[in-house]
């Protein structure tokens, strides 16, 4: 019981400041503040609710579905990305890191594999095999959504 009683006093300002924000978050962080005084054996449930109030763009994007443009696409995972790491010059692009390190170590950088993943990325950048970058540029927007597939867009 003091568990929840001292949960419902650190998130009161946080309540406060979602309040803040919004009025879309403002309802949410009031229902959720009301469900938590009701159902004392969800307080973990009710923090990770107020970890999803807040949606990065990417998944904003994706909610939005068709039409939605991208201005490239990752060539490991095949999702739309804006930002990410160019690869040989824009030979690939990843959008994680870690499809990034599986690319440089299936080029043999580390063969027995006794590197770490951040020497590997900050010997890759030096050597400029690769860079990360953001597209913010209406033109620089090549492939869209359409159909529910990410395809390429005709000029």
Request: proline share 1%; net charge negative; glycine share 6%.
């Amino acid at each position: 019981m003091k568990d929840i009683k001292r949960l419902q006093k650190e998130n009161a300002e946080l309540l406060e400041r979602l309040k803040s924000s919004n009025a879309v978050i403002d309802n949410a962080a009031e229902t959720i503040a009301e469900w938590f005084k009701t159902e004392e054996d969800r307080g973990d449930i009710y923090l990770e609710l107020l970890g999803e109030l807040a949606p990065n763009e990417d998944v904003i994007r994706r909610a939005e579905g068709e039409g939605v443009k991208f201005a490239r696409q990752c060539n490991a995972t095949n999702e739309g990305m804006d930002s990410g790491y160019v690869y040989n010059d824009g030979e690939m692009y990843f959008k994680h890191k870690e499809d990034l390190v599986k690319q440089l170590r299936a080029d043999g950088v580390d063969k027995n594999n006794e590197l770490s993943d951040d020497f590997i990325i900050a010997e890759s950048y030096e050597n400029e095999t690769h860079y990360y970058t953001e597209w913010e540029d209406e033109d620089d927007f090549e492939y869209i959504i359409k159909d529910g597939k990410l395809i390429l867009i005709e000029d």
